[in-house]
């Protein structure tokens, strides 16, 4: 029979629930090195392989579990790490350029948190100085900081857009996030061409014609 816990997280899982603005982590999450972190998923990995009726003795298959233990670590879960966190240089404004900046189409892969399947998609920022400008480079990065964890859409868009204000020094910030959740389009109701898209914005922003003018530019 399955139980009530299990209802529950098929019901949290299909409807795409996240139930915080930060990345849920426990205190101890970084006490082990990435290597003993590694071992142990390559071990639980094995395991898994093994239900599923796997022989890893097929020289395909024998270093799957190693593969997947690198992969999650050092790749695809590495924004879990504040060590792995970009170093955000910011500028003053000296040649006082005072409307809007945008970087559009940044590109990014992310990963479902209930499902642990891809998330690919692209965000669009835009800004207006209030004093500080920050590199070009340095918003793909953030946004591939976030991305590069277990993910919720509606989370990610609101932790790119907190780190620009933190760093840009001002409520004059929006973020656009547009994205295919693998978890609609390979499984549940197999929706192959739907996207989600979240967006977050404050200060001037809140106006609706400066944001309908960066919404016509993206």
Do not use: W
């Not at 139930?19 to 972190?37: G, V």
């Not at 990995?45 to 997947?68: A, C, H």
């Not at 859409?153 to 857009?161: L, N, S, V, Y």
Request: a negative charge.
């Amino acid at each position: 029979m399955i139980s009530k816990n299990q209802d529950k997280a098929d019901e949290i899982g299909d409807n795409h629930i996240g139930t915080s603005t930060e990345t849920p982590l426990r205190s101890d999450a970084f006490a082990k090195t990435d290597e003993q972190k590694m071992e142990s998923i390559a071990f639980h990995y094995q395991k898994i392989m093994e239900e599923l009726g796997l022989d890893l003795n097929d020289d395909s298959l024998s270093g799957t579990p190693y593969r997947v233990a690198k992969m999650y670590v050092k790749e695809l879960f590495s924004g879990l790490d504040p060590k792995n966190k970009p170093k955000i240089s910011v500028f003053d404004n000296k040649y006082e350029y005072n409307k809007m900046l945008i970087e559009s189409d940044i590109t990014f892969n992310s990963s479902c948190e209930h499902h642990f399947l891809p998330i690919i998609g692209k965000a669009h920022i835009g800004y207006i100085s209030s004093g500080k400008v920050i590199g070009l480079s340095k918003m793909n990065r953030i946004v591939q900081y976030y991305g590069r964890r277990p993910q919720v859409q509606e989370r990610m868009t609101m932790q790119i857009f907190n780190e620009l204000k933190t760093a840009l020094q001002t409520d004059d910030v929006i973020v656009v996030v547009e994205a295919e959740h693998l978890c609609v389009s390979t499984r549940g109701v197999n929706d192959k061409s739907s996207k989600t898209t979240t967006i977050e914005y404050g200060g001037q922003f809140g106006e609706t014609q400066i944001r309908n003018d960066f919404l016509k530019m993206i």
